[in-house]
């Protein structure tokens, strides 16, 4: 996908990142931390409490607040990842059931893992995960002290 949009004219990068409701700068640098996650994955790296070493850009405040509120997403660690990914997501591929198998694999872990990828207390609460929370099975929404 990197490749294919930075191949692409500027009109049509534009055009796409304005229809995923963010900026074409913001879009590339999702895609490049899309990018160095699934190089991570794809070489058996460690993955799940490391940073990443290229941080996406999260949109501002004043443009896109959901992204602050109650707190300000971080682009340093997986769940700041994984907010970008569920993003995407709502908007590519809305019906899709990614979020009910991550909260699957999210289950087997303690708090303090939790916490080490980025999960704070409240997280919950971040407009983008709490529109989806209310529809998953109680079961996936008390994974853990930390997410609850």
Known sequence: ????????????????????GV????????????????????????LWNRGIGTRPIIPAAEKDPEWH????????????????????LDRIAPETSWRERLF??????????????????????CPIWKRHLANLDQEFVQISGVLQ
């Open 69 to 88: 509120e109650p707190f300000k997403v971080r682009s340093d660690n997986m769940f700041g990842i994984l907010t970008i990914l569920s993003y995407l």
């Open 23 to 46: 900026s074409s700068r913001v879009l590339k640098s999702w895609l490049v931390a899309i990018n160095t996650v699934r190089n991570i994955c794809a070489h058996h790296g460690r």
């Open 1 to 20: 996908m990197l490749r294919l949009y930075n191949g692409a004219s500027p009109a049509i990068r534009n055009k796409l990142s304005g229809d995923l």
């Open 104 to 125: 699957s694999l999210l289950k087997n872990l303690n708090d303090d893992e939790l916490r080490r990828m980025g999960f704070v207390e409240g997280w919950h609460e």
